[in-house]
C-alpha cells in the first residue's frame, strides 16, 4: 500500500478506528470536533449568523462569510460540511469554509444542515435545498451575485453537493454554476475495487462507508434508493454544472468519484479530475501542515477560484 512521503510518518501513528463510528454517536461527534480543531485558523474574514426557514416548519443555522476589504456584490459558495452525514463543523464555520472565503474572494454561505440518525434522508438535501433557494432569492440583500452561485463540499457534503445540483436541475431552481467535490461519497453500493481493497483499520474502508449509508438512508435502505440521497444513482448527468471532482488513493471512495467524474464528461458536463495518490480520506485533517495538504488545498482552492471569477 502506497503512502505519500509526506503522509508517512503520521500514517503509522494513526490509532484504529471504531469500527462503526455510529454506534456512539455522540463520541463520534466530540472525536471530530478536537480533529477539525487541529487545522489553521484564520480571521481574515468576518462572520454574521442567520437563521432560515426550513422545509419541514425548522429552522436552519447558516454562517455568512465575507473577506475583509471586499464591497458590492460577490460570487457565493454555497459551502455544504461534511462527516457522515452525522457530525461535521456544526460549532462555527467549516475551517474549509473559511480557506473558500479568503482564498477565493467569495461570499460562503456555511449551511448547518439537518443531521442523521436523528434526521435521516432527505431532511439533510432539502435543508440544503432551502438553503440554496433562500441565497437566490435574497442575493442582493446578501451582497450576492445571483448568477455566479456555486456548491462545494467534503465526503458526505461532497455528495449533497452533486445532490443539490441534480435537485436544483430537475426542480428547476435556481441556477448553480459550478460544483466543486471533494472526496466525495456517492454510491450507496458496494461494487467498486477501491471499497474492497481499502481495508486498513486506521481509515476509513469499505464496512465504515457501509454504515455511513445505512444511517443516512435509515428506513429508506431497503427500498428504492433516490439518486439525490446516491448521486451514483442518476442516470441523466446532463444538464449539470461544470465540475471538479477530488479522490485520494487510499480512500474506499476513490473509484465511485473517478467513475462520476468520467459520467459527467462523457455527458458533455466540463470536468477536472483530481487524484491525490498515497493520501487517505480527509488526510488534512491529520496532517493539517504537511506540504501536500497545502498543495492539494491550494489546487482545489484555484479551481474555484477559476470557476467563481472568470467562468
Not at 469500527?19 to 463520534?28: K, M
Not at 472565503?101 to 434522508?121: D, I
Not at 486506521?202 to 454504515?211: M, S
Request: aromatic content about 8%.
Amino acid at each position: 500500500m502506497y503512502v505519500h512521503p509526506d503522509l508517512a510518518e503520521v500514517f503509522a501513528t494513526l490509532p484504529k478506528r471504531p469500527e462503526n463510528p455510529y454506534a456512539d454517536i455522540e463520541a463520534t461527534r466530540a472525536n471530530f470536533r478536537q480533529l477539525v480543531a487541529r487545522m489553521p485558523a484564520r480571521d481574515d474574514l468576518t462572520i454574521e449568523h442567520a437563521h432560515l426557514p426550513g422545509p419541514d416548519g425548522d429552522k436552519i443555522d447558516v454562517q455568512l462569510l465575507r473577506p475583509l476589504g471586499t464591497a458590492g456584490a460577490l460570487p457565493c459558495v454555497l459551502y455544504i460540511h461534511g462527516g457522515g452525514f452525522s457530525y461535521g463543523e456544526v460549532d462555527g464555520p467549516s475551517p474549509m469554509a473559511r480557506d473558500v472565503c479568503a482564498e477565493v474572494g467569495v461570499v460562503v454561505v456555511n449551511v448547518h444542515y439537518r443531521l442523521a440518525p436523528e434526521y435521516p434522508f432527505p431532511a439533510g438535501i432539502e435543508d440544503c435545498y432551502a438553503a440554496l433557494c433562500w441565497i437566490a432569492e435574497n442575493a442582493a440583500e446578501l451582497g450576492i451575485d445571483p448568477d455566479r452561485i456555486a456548491v462545494a463540499g467534503a465526503s458526505a457534503g461532497g455528495c449533497l453537493s452533486a445532490a443539490l445540483c441534480l435537485l436544483a436541475r430537475d426542480r428547476r431552481g435556481p441556477a448553480i454554476r459550478f460544483q466543486c467535490l471533494l472526496i466525495p461519497v456517492l454510491d450507496d453500493r458496494e461494487q467498486t475495487e477501491s471499497r474492497k481493497k481499502i481495508t486498513d483499520c486506521r481509515i476509513i474502508t469499505g464496512p465504515g462507508v457501509r454504515h455511513t449509508w445505512d444511517t443516512y438512508l435509515g428506513p429508506a435502505r431497503g427500498g428504492t434508493i433516490s439518486p439525490y440521497a446516491a448521486p451514483s444513482r442518476a442516470t441523466d448527468l446532463s444538464g449539470l454544472p461544470p465540475a471538479y471532482v477530488m479522490t485520494c488513493g487510499l480512500d474506499p471512495l476513490r473509484d465511485e468519484g473517478q467513475d462520476y467524474a468520467l459520467r459527467l464528461m462523457r455527458a458533455n458536463v466540463p470536468v477536472e479530475l483530481k487524484d491525490v495518490p498515497g493520501a487517505w480520506h480527509f488526510f488534512e485533517g491529520f496532517a493539517p501542515h504537511a506540504a501536500l495538504t497545502r498543495e492539494t488545498t491550494a489546487h482545489w482552492l484555484h479551481a474555484l477560484r477559476t470557476a467563481s471569477h472568470t467562468w
